[in-house]
């Protein structure tokens, strides 16, 4: 079986919120896609709930992609303290954070329920599970910790 890479990261070093450049892959054509660990919270020691982080999810697929070129996807880990962000080309962790965090202010400070795409049992497929409010409380607690562009020392993104 291949091996992950994120399954090899020592997840009791980290210092959450932040974001870590996972690997670029290259294509047969020189292509490059991304793939980042946007930490939301300390592994093993907190969880957002599901409803708050699919609320999350659906709102970052949208900010993420007006604030970075290239976003291919952003998807929640199962543990529930982050996401992945895969995207073309290479972004610093630097810019990656910046865009994070601008994209949780938003969220936190400005998104109503209109604002929140495929919420319906048509653009869904667990329509019931979702809680903006939530998503705002996890949003404010993870900015009132800043957002790092270093997992194992803390270098808070302004």
Same mark, same amino acid.
Request: proline share 3%; with cysteine.
């Given at each position: 079986m ?5 399954? /090899? %990261?020592?997840h009791?070093?980290v210092k959450?919120p932040?974001?870590? %450049?996972?690997?670029v892959?290259?294509? =047969?054509?020189?292509? $490059? ?8 919270? =300390?592994?093993n020691?907190n969880a957002?709930?599901?409803?708050g982080l699919?609320t *999350?999810?659906? %709102? #970052?697929?949208? #900010? %993420?992609?007006? +604030?970075?070129?290239?976003?291919i996807? @952003?998807s929640?880990f199962? @543990?529930?303290?982050?996401?992945? #962000?895969?995207?073309w080309?290479r972004?610093?962790? /630097?810019e990656?954070?910046k865009a #994070?965090?601008?994209?949780?202010? $938003? *969220?936190?400070?400005?998104?109503e329920?209109k604002?929140? =795409?495929?919420? /319906? *049992? $048509?653009?869904c497929g667990?329509? +019931?599970?979702h809680?903006l ?7 404010k607690?993870?900015l009132s $910790?800043g957002?790092?562009d ?9």
């Amino acid at each position: 079986m291949a091996k992950v890479e994120s399954f /090899t %990261l020592d997840h009791t070093k980290v210092k959450a919120p932040y974001v870590r %450049l996972i690997t670029v892959e290259k294509g =047969q054509k020189g292509d $490059e896609i991304s793939n980042y660990d946007l930490r939301l919270v =300390q592994p093993n020691v907190n969880a957002i709930p599901t409803a708050g982080l699919h609320t *999350i999810e659906h %709102l #970052l697929a949208g #900010l %993420l992609r007006d +604030r970075l070129d290239g976003v291919i996807d @952003c998807s929640p880990f199962g @543990c529930r303290t982050g996401f992945h #962000l895969i995207t073309w080309g290479r972004h610093s962790t /630097t810019e990656v954070a910046k865009a #994070l965090k601008s994209s949780l202010e $938003e *969220i936190a400070y400005h998104t109503e329920w209109k604002d929140v =795409q495929g919420t /319906t *049992i $048509e653009s869904c497929g667990n329509y +019931r599970d979702h809680s903006l409010f939530s998503a705002k409380e996890w949003s404010k607690k993870i900015l009132s $910790e800043g957002i790092s562009d270093d997992p194992f020392k803390r270098n808070v993104v302004d």
